[in-house]
């Protein structure tokens, strides 16, 4: 051996476990990761986006303990036994969540790189607020950034799934 | 599968074309690579890892312009975990997006030209190791004067950015004159000179740049990156790497938003190929927020002097426009921008002589390229604002002359542009109607006003970026046994919609349904070749060419049923998943079933369709090329605004707009595309530059990017956008497949002016440059109070010493096409640029 010390990411000395999408999973990491870094890069979960890594673009958003984050400002070895739900996390038994299937139906998505984290954020509000105004949407979705759509499909989309939200919560298909 | 959802009431179509059964296009459907996106599935350039894969960050320049005299990476090459270090001499070779552009190196050589400019870069086991190593790399720089706008560029021809151009610091000067203007002037009863000044802007697709490269199983390489252009840059990669292009791969992946800003071949992306190719193991790069403000390549400012003399009908007798463009530090697209500052001059109203002169300089800035619309919003603006004030100056209503000096369809245009259908009336009367101009336009409150703008744009560049004579757009499909339809397409998906389109078309003609059809695209080892996804190309382009495959495929399908079933095939129809006989549809079989005869009695069915623009015999003088499109969409938009005397502050309230796209394809997607525009052309408007500031002098003077990131570079939220109503006039236009012209830049270019337009109807002030920013309404309401011109904006235009212009006289005083004072045409050069190119 001819170095004398390993790169700083290949030092995985940091370990937590969280619940990912409801599974139970162990990790271990350089410790000055984000949560953004080892979800991409330690666990797989690339459905997390990149935008700016300095919290202006809301293309990394998650939801931690039922609050929207992003993921690229909180450090991962805060998150030990939290609960981690990322776009990978919301279809269920191969069926989309009911605002996935609003964004894909009404053009709530064009490039798709803000997708995962304006659905999330959406998520977060209508966990939070089942029946949200317009201007509660707008406000909510405000930080997260969208080059593509001009929102206003983003609008309608957040807007279908609420609808569709309370009826499948109506016939027990959803709980 | 969801089809058929209504359009939000906020949207309209103005006419389903009559007596037509189409079962795809032309209804809101799910976009084929929807799933991905929603689900996280998608994978990005930057979501790719691969095994042994080693990362690569690049060191930039911290001055604007400098001479390299020494780069010393002992180092970091030294330390531990660093792979390889590569600096300019490794990658010698210039290569630029356009043949006669030639000026960039992947990595400086021996001169930076903008903060930012990529000097050496480091690949190592782990990306923080790179960056680290970074820091030990020492580079000796000479520091050399800067040029920070175009009246600089001309008043410093020495020292000189690049050793081409025109003279000095000038990169391109053009110059032309279709008619005699002075002769129009004469005889205008009116004539009006305005500055106009239109700051640059940048994309901020939400994707920052990602790339990897390996050297594949074969000794080859393969290159993943979110590029709009996989052709382009796929010639580019085979000149500088000296590689047969026949052993480089090239696959695009997705795109996370292009807007243009992955036009260009760049640096970072040969960069990780040379690395792959030394090292024998993959290569990736991330590019930081940071670094994509200095890829840049986007909207040029340029600073523009209108005269126009009209009569008092308001015929525009003549129109001498000048532009004064920025081009930043290298060519990028900029000769062709360049053109665009005026070619698209004469397309949306009829001029009848035209004089246009631009001049695009370097600057020690990122360089300039194209950003949606391409080099048309900045004159676009200024005409539309010339237009309400002349419409003003004549006691014209602003939408009544624009009825009156509208093009017509299939019109040859001043600069001989062959226009194709012309929906500008229409827009125009519609948008009135629904935006209730009448009631509206001088007559809200003080404070509130309306405005409204009109535009024109290409479908689809008529001129490859290299002269050739091969298609500009080929789709490839193969149909087998299983009853599946693989389409295969150069083009490249960057969130525009272009995988569903060509789905749809072939889906259409096959009566199959687009979730039938597999989409392989932006591969350039998978697809024929096709330009790229610039110019709002693809729909027309790739989609003529998919339907002739498409239609090929049918006609072989066609005469196997036919056979079988013992009907005419002219009788045949092919819908909802079968072909049947249309006299008795009892007499049928499926789709499957019908490949399965074809193949049985032609063999493998694969068919392949190409695309090439018309001919455009028309222009003939040099330069004529540009502007050329198969066919132009029009534009009409309505802006109500609200101004605060107070403080200045805009509040856009709503928005009308009415675009001519021929058909709709997938009016969900097409409401995408108008809103989207509509969206960037707010921010435009409104709030984002990109503005540079010089250090104080005892810091070296040294000129530097104010904003690059996007805290600091402002774009417009979801609680910025005002109310949007939009209507499609749709006639489907004979060039475009089942009629449909482009929608994904057109809607963007009327939003400024009628921004503009409006804000002077609120306040009576009149803004002559964008962004419309508080401060600038409240000094020229200030200027208003002191009785001066009420007015903000640029107050001179420089000397330009223009070349002769080349004399083209218009269709209409018998000019044939041809400059009369040309030399004839020297048919070596063209040659020889090609085989630049050609490894």
Request: charged share 25%; aromatic share 6%.
């Amino acid at each position: 051996m001819t170095q004398t010390r390993l790169p700083a990411e290949s030092e995985k000395t940091a370990h937590i476990r969280i619940a990912l999408n409801g599974e139970e999973v162990d990790v271990s990491f350089a410790p000055y990761k984000t949560l953004l870094e080892i979800l991409r890069e330690d666990l797989g979960h690339t459905g997390t986006k990149h935008g700016c890594e300095l919290g202006e673009c809301g293309a990394c958003a998650v939801i931690l303990d039922g609050e929207p984050v992003l993921s690229c400002l909180v450090l991962a070895l805060e998150c030990d036994g939290r609960n981690v739900i990322t776009i990978e996390g919301l279809a269920s038994n191969g069926e989309l969540h009911p605002i996935q299937e609003a964004f894909a139906n009404l053009g709530g998505s064009q490039c798709g790189y803000c997708t995962p984290g304006m659905i999330l954020t959406a998520k977060a509000l209508l966990d939070r607020t089942p029946h949200p105004s317009h201007d509660q949407i707008r406000e909510a979705l405000s930080g997260n950034l969208c080059r593509c759509t001009g929102y206003l499909q983003i609008f309608d989309s957040v807007e279908a799934a609420i609808a569709q939200i309370s009826e499948r919560k109506r016939t027990g298909e959803l709980k | 599968m969801a089809n058929n959802q209504d359009l939000p009431k906020r949207a309209s179509r103005s006419s389903k074309a009559a007596g037509e059964d189409l079962r795809v296009i032309g209804s809101s459907r799910q976009r084929v690579d929807v799933r991905g996106k929603v689900t996280g599935q998608t994978i990005y350039a930057d979501d790719i890892s691969l095994p042994r894969m080693a990362y690569c960050k690049i060191l930039r320049s911290p001055h604007p312009h400098a001479v390299i005299r020494n780069i010393d990476v002992s180092r970091a090459q030294a330390h531990p975990g660093v792979y390889l270090v590569l600096t300019g001499k490794d990658l010698p070779i210039e290569y630029g997006i356009l043949p006669v552009s030639q000026d960039e190196t992947a990595l400086c050589v021996d001169r930076v030209r903008h903060v930012g400019d990529p000097v050496a870069a480091v690949i190592a086991r782990e990306e923080l190791t790179a960056f680290e190593a970074l820091d030990l790399i020492d580079v000796e720089y000479e520091i050399l004067p800067t040029i920070s706008d175009p009246e600089e560029a001309l008043a410093t021809p020495e020292p000189r950015l690049h050793d081409y151009g025109e003279e000095g610091n000038i990169h391109k000067r053009v110059s032309f004159e279709f008619g005699d203007v002075d002769k129009g002037f004469a005889e205008a009863d009116e004539i009006l000179e305005d500055l106009f000044f239109y700051q640059g802007s940048t994309h901020l697709a939400m994707e920052q740049h990602a790339s990897v490269a390996i050297k594949d199983r074969e000794g080859k390489l393969t290159l993943w990156t979110s590029t709009q252009v996989p052709h382009y840059l796929h010639r580019s990669l085979a000149k500088v790497l000296e590689l047969p292009a026949g052993h480089i791969r090239v696959i695009a992946t997705p795109n996370g938003g292009g807007f243009g800003g992955k036009s260009d071949p760049l640096n970072h992306e040969i960069i990780v190929c040379k690395a792959a190719l030394l090292l024998g193991r993959p290569v990736k790069i991330s590019l930081t927020r940071e670094e994509v403000f200095y890829c840049h390549r986007g909207r040029h400012p340029v600073l523009m002097k209108f005269k126009v003399g009209v009569k008092k009908d308001g015929t525009i007798k003549a129109l001498d426009l000048q532009t004064l463009i920025d081009g930043g530090g290298y060519g990028s697209f900029g000769v062709a921008s360049t053109f665009y500052t005026g070619a698209l001059q004469t397309t949306a109203y009829h001029v009848e002589r035209f004089k246009f002169r631009a001049c695009r300089t370097f600057t020690n800035k990122p360089p300039c390229g194209p950003k949606r619309g391409h080099g048309t919003p900045q004159p676009r603006f200024g005409q539309e604002v010339q237009m309400d004030k002349i419409a003003e100056r004549l006691g014209i209503d602003p939408a009544e002359l624009r009825l009156r000096t509208a093009v017509k369809p299939n019109e040859l245009t001043a600069n001989f542009l062959q226009l194709g259908t012309v929906g500008l009336e229409q827009c125009i009367r519609r948008v009135v109607d629904m935006s209730g101009w009448k009631d509206k336009f001088r007559k809200l409150p003080e404070g509130r006003g309306v405005g409204l703008a009109c535009s024109c744009y290409l479908t689809g560049a008529g001129l490859s970026i290299y002269w050739n004579k091969m298609p500009h757009s080929g789709i490839q499909l193969k149909l087998d046994r299983s009853g599946g339809v693989t389409l295969q397409a150069g083009t490249t998906e960057i969130g525009q919609g272009s995988d569903d389109v060509l789905a749809a078309i072939v889906a259409e003609i096959l009566g199959l349904q687009t979730v039938d059809i597999r989409v392989y695209s932006g591969d350039t080892d998978l697809g024929p070749v096709d330009l790229g996804s610039y110019s709002s190309r693809v729909t027309l382009m790739a989609g003529n060419a998919a339907v002739q495959a498409a239609e090929r495929a049918k006609a072989m399908l066609a005469e196997a049923v036919a056979e079988k079933l013992q009907v005419p095939k002219e009788r045949l129809r092919f819908a909802d998943n079968a072909v049947f006989d249309t006299a008795a549809p009892e007499k049928r079989v499926t789709f499957p079933e019908a490949v399965c005869l074809g193949e049985s009695r032609f063999g493998t069915i694969g068919t392949v369709g190409s695309y090439w623009p018309p001919k455009m015999p028309a222009a003939q003088y040099k330069g004529g090329g540009v502007g050329t499109s198969p066919t132009y969409t029009y534009s009409a938009a309505v802006a109500e605004v609200e101004v605060n005397p107070a403080t200045g502050w805009i509040r856009v309230v709503k928005i009308w707009n009415t675009h001519d796209l021929g058909r709709a394809l997938n009016p969900t997607i097409a409401l995408g595309q108008v809103e989207g525009s509509i969206y960037m052309g707010l921010g435009e408007a409104l709030m984002e530059e990109q503005e540079f500031r010089r250090l104080p002098k005892k810091l070296s003077h040294a000129l530097v990017h104010k904003f690059p990131s996007i805290l600091e570079y402002k774009s417009p939220t979801s609680l910025d956008m005002p109310e949007i109503f939009t209507e499609f006039v749709e006639g489907p236009d004979p060039r475009g497949p089942f009629g449909a012209k482009e929608v994904g830049q057109g809607p963007l270019l009327p939003i400024m002016p009628a921004v503009a337009n409006a804000v002077y109807d609120a306040v009576g002030v009149r803004i002559d440059e964008v962004p419309i920013t508080p401060e600038k309404i409240l000094k020229a309401l200030a200027e208003k109070r002191a009785g001066r011109e009420p007015r903000y904006g640029p107050t001179h235009f420089p000397e330009i010493s223009w070349p002769e212009a080349l004399r083209v006289p218009p269709p209409w005083e018998g000019g044939d096409g041809r400059a009369i004072n040309e030399t004839p045409k020297e048919r070596k050069p063209r040659v020889e640029k090609e085989a630049v190119l050609k490894p």
